[in-house]
């Protein structure tokens, strides 16, 4: 979602914001923004629509010049994107960049209009320039007039303010959206990711939640929610980001595609010894509570959730656990009941998906057991406040459709379902049929992404389409949500997934020549019941691509087409088969012409709810 970037330095940060934004295009944005303080104390803001390569063009023709400033990649929540709209927001002397919503704008923006304050933004943001520039009039220093408006304000945020009568200072408050501090030599910075900064510093402070502080050249003040002053510890990042490193391939999303084998296998590392799982992460007291566990609650959202809907099946087939799950934003508003030694577990790529997050916090009310994160950033929100953590190791994951962050989601998931299950009542074969399907993975994936070329002619009987409809049965079902949702993400066609034996029930009234039905046929138990689910399409002229195992029985005619694949473990079959979906959804937006790696609309790192 959108970004932020603060410097307050010694030399002309306008190139050190701009690259910030730059490195942050992958969350996807619609407009961008920046304010520099002049030499003479002027506020020198320039905004547009678009890209921050516009925003660059825009500085270049508008030079700005600096040692202090802020800017901003804006995904609208309130008000259309337009230059208006983009932040910084100003207010006389006050600018603000913000992440996330103030909840109770309409109110406090009433009152201010009652006060003779006029707006010149639909955004939520303005009310915070305002209400700051209000309280300016009765307190001296911008700290004191931040503490004084942050309990105003509700909702979450991340927010950056800065006053052009002290060009040495930047105050800035976290409240639900994260924020690191950059710490440089005679200079100090901040940023929405550590990934924006990585340029100019590899020392970081993660601010926590209702921290605000106060940002010199050469000092750094942090004041807890309670309003003590307090140390955040400093970090020493090793994070790798290189805007330019797609090395032989066009998009990141592709590259991501092609990275899944090294991405498992790291995920896998010193993992599985003999035949076993071992998570040294987990200490003896967490394998004393997982003992316990007798049900598990997943909550995630996207394709997060998708991958937690497949780790239901095996924690219910593979480990006798019960598992239930359900999306974050209808957890955390449902009023869930209370569940005897339940693990709560949430699964987010960047860690810092707003409603993951807030589910997380309810669970601690509920009276879990405990509670599991798997994440692919260390440094997150969701990883400082779960109380156990399983990390993917997929690598940063820049493309905005996930890809090899949800096949290293599963894999964490089901060396975790082996874990479980040895400490419930899962057999000794199981788990080592379980690390044995893991330890051939990777090589497994390998194959299947030298079917690409073949996808990427196959992908030209969908780009025409406007509707899609994904089949599976058992825990392929979960994998054909997931590729529909790939589908709609980058190609913009609507696509759907069902149960195949869900069919009759209904969605076969949508079954025409122009409705492709694609299938996830994988060699299992469950193989025979889908045949007859895919001759009930054939009867009604629906046109059929079958992804399953070469010996799986099908042949290909003129209303079926067979993806023949190499064959792979059952139990790994999920993982597998979500591969060759990827590589389709790429191809079909290919040829579609789309955004692949910033769809529109959509954004990563999901911080508002
Ligand atoms: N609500 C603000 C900021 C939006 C945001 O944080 N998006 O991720 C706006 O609409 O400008």
């Given at each position: 979602?959108?970004?932020?970037?603060?410097?307050?330095?010694?030399?002309?940060?306008?190139?050190?914001?701009?690259?910030?934004?730059?490195?942050?295009?992958?969350?996807?944005?619609?407009?961008?923004?920046?304010?520099?303080?002049?030499?003479?104390?002027?506020?020198?803001?320039?905004?547009?629509?678009?890209?921050?390569?516009?925003?660059?063009?825009?500085?270049?023709?508008?030079?700005?010049?600096?040692?202090?400033?802020?800017?901003?990649?804006?995904?609208?929540?309130?008000?259309?994107?337009?230059?208006?709209?983009?932040?910084?927001?100003?207010?006389?002397?006050?600018?603000?960049?913000?992440?996330?919503?103030?909840?109770?704008?309409?109110?406090?923006?009433?009152?201010?209009?009652?006060?003779?304050?006029?707006?010149?933004?639909?955004?939520?943001?303005?009310?915070?320039?305002?209400?700051?520039?209000?309280?300016?009039?009765?307190?001296?220093?911008?700290?004191?007039?931040?503490?004084?408006?942050?309990?105003?304000?509700?909702?979450?945020?991340?927010?950056?303010?800065?006053?052009?009568?002290?060009?040495?200072?930047?105050?800035?408050?976290?409240?639900?959206?994260?924020?690191?501090?950059?710490?440089?030599?005679?200079?100090?910075?901040?940023?929405?990711?550590?990934?924006?900064?990585?340029?100019?510093?590899?020392?970081?402070?993660?601010?926590?939640?209702?921290?605000?502080?106060?940002?010199?050249?050469?000092?750094?003040?942090?004041?807890?929610?309670?309003?003590?002053?307090?140390?955040?510890?400093?970090?020493?990042?090793?994070?790798?980001?290189?805007?330019?490193?797609?090395?032989?391939?066009?998009?990141?999303?592709?590259?991501?595609?092609?990275?899944?084998?090294?991405?498992?296998?790291?995920?896998?590392?010193?993992?599985?010894?003999?035949?076993?799982?071992?998570?040294?992460?987990?200490?003896?007291?967490?394998?004393?509570?997982?003992?316990?566990?007798?049900?598990?609650?997943?909550?995630?959202?996207?394709?997060?959730?998708?991958?937690?809907?497949?780790?239901?099946?095996?924690?219910?087939?593979?480990?006798?656990?019960?598992?239930?799950?359900?999306?974050?934003?209808?957890?955390?508003?449902?009023?869930?009941?209370?569940?005897?030694?339940?693990?709560?577990?949430?699964?987010?790529?960047?860690?810092?998906?707003?409603?993951?997050?807030?589910?997380?916090?309810?669970?601690?009310?509920?009276?879990?057991?405990?509670?599991?994160?798997?994440?692919?950033?260390?440094?997150?929100?969701?990883?400082?406040?779960?109380?156990?953590?399983?990390?993917?190791?997929?690598?940063?994951?820049?493309?905005?459709?996930?890809?090899?962050?949800?096949?290293?989601?599963?894999?964490?998931?089901?060396?975790?379902?082996?874990?479980?299950?040895?400490?419930?009542?899962?057999s000794e074969a199981t788990e080592q049929a379980i690390t044995h399907a893991l330890q051939a993975l990777p090589s497994r994936i390998e194959q299947v992404l030298t079917f690409d070329n073949m996808i990427e002619a196959l992908a030209e009987q969908f780009s025409d389409k406007h509707h899609a409809l994904f089949l599976g049965r058992g825990d392929q079902y979960p994998i054909a949500m997931e590729a529909a949702l790939k589908l709609k993400e980058i190609s913009y066609i609507h696509a759907e997934a069902y149960a195949a034996g869900e069919l009759k029930h209904g969605p076969l009234a949508l079954i025409d020549a122009d409705m492709p039905v694609i299938v996830m046929a994988p060699t299992n138990e469950l193989l025979e019941k889908l045949k007859s689910n895919i001759e009930e399409v054939r009867a009604r002229g629906g046109l059929l691509y079958v992804f399953a195992e070469q010996d799986a029985g099908f042949e290909s005619d003129s209303t079926m087409?067979?993806?023949?694949?190499?064959?792979?473990?059952?139990?790994?079959?999920?993982?597998?088969?979500?591969?060759?979906?990827?590589?389709?959804?790429?191809?079909?937006?290919?040829?579609?012409?789309?955004?692949?790696?910033?769809?529109?609309?959509?954004?990563?790192?999901?911080?508002?709810?």
């Amino acid at each position: 979602m959108c970004g932020i970037v603060g410097a307050v330095a010694q030399r002309d940060i306008a190139e050190i914001l701009l690259e910030g934004l730059k490195r942050l295009e992958y969350r996807g944005y619609d407009s961008a923004g920046l304010a520099v303080i002049s030499s003479s104390g002027e506020l020198q803001r320039v905004r547009c629509v678009g890209k921050v390569q516009a925003l660059r063009d825009a500085v270049n023709q508008n030079p700005v010049k600096g040692s202090t400033g802020i800017a901003h990649t804006r995904w609208a929540t309130h008000g259309e994107p337009a230059e208006r709209n983009a932040h910084p927001h100003v207010s006389d002397y006050i600018a603000v960049v913000h992440n996330g919503i103030i909840e109770n704008y309409a109110g406090l923006k009433e009152k201010l209009i009652a006060q003779g304050y006029q707006f010149s933004s639909e955004t939520d943001t303005e009310v915070v320039a305002h209400l700051l520039h209000k309280q300016m009039t009765q307190s001296t220093r911008l700290i004191d007039a931040v503490r004084a408006i942050i309990p105003h304000l509700r909702g979450a945020y991340g927010t950056v303010f800065m006053d052009r009568r002290d060009p040495n200072t930047l105050v800035v408050a976290r409240s639900g959206s994260p924020l690191v501090i950059g710490l440089g030599i005679g200079e100090n910075f901040v940023a929405s990711d550590q990934l924006a900064l990585l340029p100019v510093t590899r020392r970081f402070m993660f601010l926590e939640e209702g921290d605000i502080a106060q940002i010199t050249k050469t000092t750094i003040e942090i004041w807890d929610k309670t309003g003590r002053l307090v140390e955040r510890p400093v970090i020493e990042s090793n994070a790798q980001y290189d805007a330019g490193d797609k090395g032989t391939y066009r998009h990141y999303m592709q590259k991501e595609i092609f990275e899944q084998p090294n991405a498992i296998k790291n995920t896998l590392e010193g993992r599985l010894q003999h035949g076993k799982v071992v998570f040294n992460e987990l200490d003896n007291a967490a394998q004393e509570m997982l003992k316990q566990v007798e049900h598990i609650q997943i909550v995630a959202c996207g394709t997060a959730y998708n991958a937690g809907m497949v780790a239901r099946y095996w924690f219910e087939a593979l480990a006798g656990i019960p598992c239930d799950v359900e999306i974050a934003s209808e957890f955390r508003y449902r009023k869930p009941a209370h569940r005897k030694n339940s693990l709560f577990i949430t699964l987010s790529q960047s860690g810092e998906t707003a409603d993951t997050l807030a589910a997380l916090r309810l669970s601690k009310e509920i009276g879990y057991i405990g509670s599991l994160a798997i994440c692919n950033v260390a440094a997150s929100t969701l990883v400082r406040e779960a109380d156990l953590v399983l990390l993917t190791k997929a690598g940063v994951e820049i493309g905005v459709a996930s890809t090899k962050a949800f096949t290293t989601q599963l894999t964490v998931l089901l060396m975790l379902v082996a874990k479980l299950g040895r400490l419930n009542k899962m057999s000794e074969a199981t788990e080592q049929a379980i690390t044995h399907a893991l330890q051939a993975l990777p090589s497994r994936i390998e194959q299947v992404l030298t079917f690409d070329n073949m996808i990427e002619a196959l992908a030209e009987q969908f780009s025409d389409k406007h509707h899609a409809l994904f089949l599976g049965r058992g825990d392929q079902y979960p994998i054909a949500m997931e590729a529909a949702l790939k589908l709609k993400e980058i190609s913009y066609i609507h696509a759907e997934a069902y149960a195949a034996g869900e069919l009759k029930h209904g969605p076969l009234a949508l079954i025409d020549a122009d409705m492709p039905v694609i299938v996830m046929a994988p060699t299992n138990e469950l193989l025979e019941k889908l045949k007859s689910n895919i001759e009930e399409v054939r009867a009604r002229g629906g046109l059929l691509y079958v992804f399953a195992e070469q010996d799986a029985g099908f042949e290909s005619d003129s209303t079926m087409k067979i993806i023949a694949l190499p064959h792979v473990e059952e139990i790994t079959a999920p993982i597998y088969y979500t591969v060759p979906t990827q590589l389709l959804s790429y191809h079909v937006a290919l040829i579609k012409g789309t955004d692949v790696d910033q769809p529109r609309n959509l954004a990563k790192s999901v911080t508002v709810e």
